[in-house]
């Protein structure tokens, strides 16, 4: 067989210790690999490449297509981007996977039946790391959803439990609140699903949802969400299978993957030789799997089941009294999954990999654009001058020409007209102003609109057109 390059990174903390075991076991097992070592994070965030990335990272990365990261610690504050967003984001790495199996009652849990796989948009929603200050008191942050982004991790979800014997598929959003974002999610997930009649689907909302796969897990089997929930409860259900270290993950792309361990670098550790490479280990069997060397993945897989099954731990899962047997460290632990290659767990849940099939999707389905016409502006201000009120009774006197002003927020909530008095407000407004004929706004009375606040002495600090698309609003309404 032909060796495969990949690119490796031994990363920070524990990185370097856990990189070692996986890369012993990975030769040992017969892993047909060509690797090329690259530098990232700390040390690389330092020599001021804020990536985090030496360039000559990126060279590797275009020639492998394949990357096996160990963690990375991130420096505070500098304006340091986040790695691993970055390799997101630039290697479209669309769809994180992130499996959690219980391995009781080797491994303590109170959720011995559990065997979750979470697939998470990997790209979009408040991961992409808008956020401005406006005023003095408030900040924002952009929460972005796209009908494409989200069509290709659904539909990759569905074809992902086709593949690999999974009988549901479930979606988790909070769009009773964000009924435009998360709606948006949570439709697409229904018109996809209908696709895949041979699959059960359902949804919840993200909060009883996350209530539901934290108590009740083996009632899932498939679980797909936006970033930030996905960010969140893969590392709760990895975290109650027993050990946040048990698990890896793999970040899909159409021409690109990275798998890494779900944790973090762990420096309060690094050096002692006690870290867990379970996490990593696995990772790179998904990366077996992906590249093509699925028996390989199968040996090593089936050499740490054995492993588990005998009692051989490191400290995070070494319970005393119970089903373990040794307390080893991160050297010893690989030593012993090299000892059983070609041993085969009697207990636990036997593995048996197929090569990958190709499940990236096909590109995301297009339609007929909707008509989009401007009705009227959001406008944002930053003033502390007083009450709702006041502020209302001053914009009387600037001239809306077309528009109106509908009504006044404070943080989002409705403060006028009829706003309550007991309401705390800041010092960040927003003015909600329409068309006040059936016709479309035209830009000139945006434009016209907000240059009179300005000569009034307004400081406009953001605005946001409203459109309607094929009549329908585009823009959330305001409560009250």
């Not at 259900?237 to 050990?243: F, I, L, R």
């Not at 490479?277 to 040996?299: F, I």
């Amino acid at each position: 067989m032909a060796k495969t390059p990949i690119t490796v990174a031994y990363g920070d903390g524990i990185g370097p210790e856990i990189m070692a075991a996986t890369l012993e076991i990975l030769e040992a097992a017969g892993a047909e690999l060509s690797i090329e070592e690259v530098e990232i994070g700390e040390r690389v965030y330092k020599r001021g490449i804020v990536t985090g990335l030496d360039p000559k990272a990126w060279e590797s990365l275009t020639r492998t297509r394949v990357f096996l990261k160990a963690p990375i610690t991130t420096p505070q504050g500098g304006g340091y981007k986040s790695l691993n967003v970055t390799m997101r984001t630039a290697l479209n790495l669309f769809a994180n996977v992130r499996p959690t199996v219980s391995y009781y009652p080797y491994v303590e849990t109170k959720y011995p039946k559990m065997d979750v796989v979470i697939i998470r948009e990997n790209e979009e929603d408040l991961y992409t790391g808008i956020e401005h200050r406006q005023t003095d008191q408030v900040v924002q942050c952009l929460k972005l959803i796209s009908r494409p982004g989200s069509e290709r991790v659904i539909r990759y979800a569905f074809d992902y439990a086709r593949a690999n014997g999974r009988k549901k598929v479930t979606c988790l959003v909070k769009d009773n609140i964000m009924k435009m974002t998360d709606g948006l999610f949570h439709q697409t997930f229904d018109r996809i699903a209908q696709e895949y009649p041979e699959i059960e689907h359902n949804s919840w909302i993200v909060d009883i949802g996350a209530a539901k796969l934290a108590t009740t897990p083996e009632s899932f089997d498939v679980v797909v969400m936006p970033n930030l929930y996905g960010d969140i409860l893969s590392d709760v259900t990895a975290e109650t299978s027993g050990s946040v270290g048990l698990a890896g993950s793999a970040n899909i792309g159409e021409r690109y993957a990275m798998f890494e361990a779900i944790h973090g670098s762990a420096p309060a550790i690094a050096g002692q030789g006690i870290a867990n490479p379970s996490g990593l280990l696995l990772a790179a069997v998904m990366m077996l799997v992906h590249v093509g060397q699925s028996e390989v993945a199968t040996r090593i897989h089936s050499a740490w089941l054995k492993t588990i099954e005998d009692g051989i731990h490191t400290p995070d899962i070494y319970r005393p009294g119970g089903h373990s047997v040794e307390k080893v460290g991160t050297a010893a632990f690989a030593d012993a999954v090299v000892a059983r290659l070609g041993q085969k767990p009697t207990t636990l849940k036997a593995v048996n990999y197929q090569d990958a099939p190709k499940t990236v999707p096909s590109p995301a389905q297009t339609s007929a654009k909707a008509l989009k016409q401007l009705v009227g502006v959001d406008v944002f201000l930053d003033w502390d001058g007083g009450r709702p009120d006041q502020l209302a009774e001053k914009l009387e006197s600037v001239p809306a020409g077309a528009l109106n002003l509908d009504v006044i927020t404070n943080r989002g909530i409705k403060v006028w007209p009829n706003g309550f008095p007991e309401t705390f407000c800041t010092d960040h407004w927003r003015l909600r102003y329409r068309s006040r004929q059936e016709a479309p706004t035209a830009r000139a009375d945006v434009v016209s609109l907000l240059g009179n606040l300005v000569s009034a002495g307004f400081d406009v600090i953001k605005t946001e057109n409203l459109y309607t698309f094929d009549g329908v609003p585009g823009y959330s309404q305001v409560p009250g």
